[in-house]
T-cell receptor
Framework: DVKVTQSSRYLVKRTGEKVFLECVQD?????MFWYRQDPGLGLRLIYF???????EKGDIPEGYSVSREKKERFSLILESASTNQTSMYLC???????????????FGPGTRLTVT | LAKTTQPISMDSYEGQEVNITCSHN???????ITWYQQFPSQGPRFIIQ???TKVTNEVASLFIPADRKSSTLSLPRVSLSDTAVYYC?????????????FGTGTKLQVIP
């Protein structure tokens, strides 16, 4: 079974702090994603990465950056946390289209971040 | 990316078949359709994907008409444990990676 883990289930930070959210997958997947989920807005893509050190902006990258130094780890960074970044953050990974050609993304359990 | 539209919520009694329809009028030739299920406090879980006609797996069926402007997820004989939010996605595959947009999903409530 693919396992995607996130460093924290719950996190409380103060406005202006630098925040690191870590995601690790154990299936050697090429692609990793960061989403945020807010009531009434569904999941929105922040950033994704298709290889080590490679990244692409998603739909809402402002206020965030990412780092992928190793294949299994994808970090989301809030440079200066603000209250409007209070949200559920979900990480996902995808194997790519080799093999059975499935577009299945595997999600972690999420990190509920509160910025006060 | 093609935008998807699906009902906000649906109710169904246990044991009934549930059909959730999603419209994606601007789907492109190479796009695929996928569906995910999400329980509270969990990440979404992949259910099924398709390109056209009908796909069936152990969990659900997916019907896609010839024009591909809509798709219908069919859940046979639902139980209380099927209460969840269901997301329809159109997958853009370009340059070796996929990009998707999750809509707001359909909240399915199964009633005893």
């Amino acid at each position: 079974d693919v396992k995607v883990t996130q460093s924290s289930r719950y996190l409380v930070k103060r406005t202006g702090e630098k925040v690191f959210l870590e995601c690790v997958q154990d299936m050697d997947h090429e692609n990793m994603f960061w989403y945020r989920q807010d009531p009434g807005l569904g999941l929105r893509l922040i950033y994704f990465s298709y290889d080590v050190k490679m990244k692409e902006k998603g739909d809402i990258p402002e206020g965030y950056s990412v780092s992928r130094e190793k294949k299994e780890r994808f970090s989301l960074i809030l440079e200066s946390a603000s209250t409007n970044q209070t949200s559920m953050y979900l990480c996902a990974s995808w194997a790519g289209l080799a093999g059975d050609s499935r577009y299945e993304q595997y999600f972690g359990p999420g990190t509920r971040l509160t910025v006060t | 990316l093609a935008k998807t539209t699906q009902p906000i919520s649906m109710d169904s009694y246990e044991g009934q078949e549930v059909n959730i329809t999603c419209s994606h009028n601007n789907i492109a030739t190479n796009d695929y359709i996928t569906w995910y299920q999400q329980f509270p406090s969990q990440g979404p879980r992949f259910i099924i994907q398709g390109y056209k006609t009908k796909v069936t797996n152990e969990v659900a069926s997916l019907f896609i008409p010839a024009d591909r402007k809509s798709s219908t997820l069919s859940l046979p004989r639902v139980s209380l444990s099927d209460t969840a939010v269901y997301y329809c996605l159109v997958v853009l595959f370009s340059g070796g990676y996929q990009k998707v947009t999750f809509g707001t999903g359909t909240k399915l409530q199964v009633i005893p």
